[in-house]
């Protein structure tokens, strides 16, 4: 049954060469071992895309992810090159190769106790004060399908907070859609410790919506200083 998250990153996969190759049709092989393709460009250019430096155990998913996408449009890998500056669907396409769309509910509980706390105590002096006009806001960057998002929100909640708005962002369209959604089959329900269970329903009311927010941005840093 699959489940909708109420009130309201990332595993790596590492495919040995061979394996990759094994699926890849002749075509995709020559473009591969083209000698214009320069693998080091792509990697600083996905790298400057998306924030994240890619390890050099990964180097064999980023040409295929390459490849791939410049058979889709019936490119070479030059062709594809010189096309992405003027083709966000291209750019986007290969975003969405390179990219590992993995992730689960409370991955990393230090990391969500730590943020929880954050939050007691940002609101505990919020009401000493008698200031309550100020949100606590939690940026998730890189979100991917929502899930840390999600807990965050259900963290919160459980503690009974109020006064907190929490937004997702991920570079990949695709992923955000499913994040926008909160609806998650049984092995990730799995996942959420019995204290959040309560927020666990068939349907996801409005309100949890006017808590989280996903967008399909990059890192904003006037966003980060404000």
Request: glycine share 4%; aromatic share 10%; hydrophobic share 40%.
């Amino acid at each position: 049954m699959n489940r909708h998250i109420q009130k309201d990153s990332n595993s790596i996969h590492i495919i040995e060469a061979a394996s990759i190759e094994s699926f890849m049709p002749e075509n995709a092989k020559m473009i591969r071992y083209d000698h214009d393709f320069d693998a080091k460009q792509w990697q600083r250019y996905i790298e400057c895309e998306i924030g994240f430096i890619l390890p050099s155990i990964q180097r064999n998913w980023l040409e295929n992810a390459v490849v791939q996408t410049a058979l889709s449009y019936g490119l070479t890998t030059v062709q594809l090159w010189q096309q992405l500056p003027l083709n966000d669907e291209l750019r986007q396409c290969l975003v969405d190769k390179v990219l590992i769309h993995e992730s689960r509910f409370f991955r990393h509980m230090p990391s969500i106790d730590f943020v929880t706390e954050c939050a007691v105590q940002y609101q505990r002096s919020k009401l000493i004060t008698d200031d309550v006009s100020e949100l606590f806001r939690i940026w998730s960057v890189g979100c991917a399908s929502g899930q840390e998002t999600w807990s965050l929100a259900m963290s919160l909640a459980a503690k009974q907070l109020s006064n907190y708005t929490i937004l997702g962002t991920d570079v990949s369209q695709q992923v955000l859609a499913k994040a926008r959604l909160g609806q998650y089959d049984d092995k990730q329900h799995s996942l959420i410790p019995p204290y959040c269970q309560q927020f666990v329903q068939p349907l996801q009311p409005e309100s949890i919506a006017d808590d989280t927010g996903f967008g399909h941005t990059g890192i904003n840093k006037d966003i980060v200083s404000s």
